[in-house]
């Protein structure tokens, strides 16, 4: 559908044409950019990743994203042979590459590597982990509010696909999106085990009814650096948050939504299922939130 948003909807940008992407300890160009048809990431998206945002030359919570990198790398018993040090400076040599200073995003994704034999198992992976770094000129761009709609795929069990990990793995949340798509959508909007409101199929959720900040308990979400900072804002700034169970009734009588994700921090909701929530903009609790996570970029780099 043509008239569809997203919520990594960027402006288009003619110097990501010719952009260096990091392969394995090499910096080349993005037509030299590839990795083998045996790669685990490839075959089975057995693999990890994780996503970061550049300001004034910095990343905003470097830290807390490569933590997440690493505790990911621990859940699926990756070795990224690699320490922290050494992935923060392929991580700068990348964007120093491209002369990069603001309005980037990075893309960190490493798989188990490539596999012997195209199977399954991963001791078929002997050769090392892939590790592939992109990082693009983004600046988000949203000409309006997204549309949701709810779907049936649910987020992964703790016992199954745990939706806290960065997988490769993604193709639940894909089908979520294809579903929303199909109803006429910009995305999906998904539930847990027990019907309460969780995520969409890309970011965190959040609704405001009269002037108090809800989203869910965060039991089957996914583990966002962004949905974490705005409810530490929310505290910091006396709006009242609650991290809690709510069903889709509740949702549907907010007075505003919004999404958070690294990519476009917060990201205003207008209907979810055909329904108007509020004005079907960004309202004005939103706004202060936003206006407080800009404030926190900016001390966060400068």
Known sequence: MTNNVTTHQANEDAR??????????????????????????????DG????LRLYNGKWAF?????????????????DIMMNRDQVIQALEDTRAANNMTTDAHA???ITRGVKKRPFQHPSLSQSGPTFVIIVEHSKPKLPRPINLATVPHMRGLPMTQDPKLNSHSKLNCILA?????????????????????????????????????WTSTGDYCMNGITRQKVIDLCREDGIPVFERNYSLVDTYGADEAFLTGTFGAQTPVGSIDGRLIGKGELGPVATRIRMLYKSLIIKETK
Request: hydrophobic share 50%; net charge negative.
């Open 16 to 45: 990501n044409d010719n952009i260096l992407i990091y392969v394995n300890g090499n910096i080349v160009p993005k037509s030299q950019a590839v990795v083998s048809v045996y790669d685990s990431g490839f075959m089975l998206g």
């Open 62 to 78: 470097l830290n807390e994203h490569i933590d997440r990198l690493f505790e990911a790398s621990l859940a699926i018993d990756l």
């Open 48 to 51: 990890i990743w994780e996503g």
């Open 107 to 109: 893309r960190l994704m």
């Open 177 to 213: 999106c294809i579903a929303a798509e199909k109803s006429g959508a910009d995305e999906a909007l998904m539930l847990d085990i027990n019907g309460f409101v969780n995520t969409t199929n890309a970011c965190n959720f959040f609704i405001v009814r009269k002037g108090v900040v």
